[in-house]
Nanobody, 125 residues
């Protein structure tokens, strides 16, 4: 599956922004889709994940209550709605997908074998 991320941009602290991850080549059926973020000099960090079948969602503690991951089945898209953004949320956000992730690995970037390009999110104070 090929992934296309979109929706990054420059916002102010407290604003909201939505990222989208669209699949092409095949549907997300049977996949786990995750969002990760990375800043220069740091390792890629898990943000949120969703199991397409069943819709179970998972979040990093740092974004719980502010970010919401969801799927749009008709469009084969996974959205990441980000609210109450903070300067420390500034990063390049990437979506990833895999059919073979077990629950204990859902927060591990190495568990995903399909990656989209990154979308830069900049939150100014």
């Amino acid at each position: 599956v090929q992934l296309q991320a979109s929706g990054g941009g420059l916002v102010q602290a407290g604003d909201s922004l939505r990222l989208s991850c669209a699949a092409s080549g095949r549907t997300f059926s049977g996949y786990t889709v995750g969002w990760f973020r990375q800043t220069p000099g740091k390792e890629r960090e898990f943000v949120a994940g969703i199991k397409w079948s069943g819709g179970s969602t998972y979040y990093a503690d740092s974004v719980k209550g502010r970010f919401t991951i969801s799927k749009v089945s008709a469009e084969n898209v996974v959205n990441l709605q980000m609210s109450s953004l903070r300067p420390e949320d500034t990063a390049v956000y990437s979506c990833a997908a895999s059919r073979t992730i077990i629950l204990s690995s859902i927060r591990m970037a190495s568990a995903y074998n399909n990656w989209g390009q990154g979308a830069l999110v900049t939150v100014s104070s």
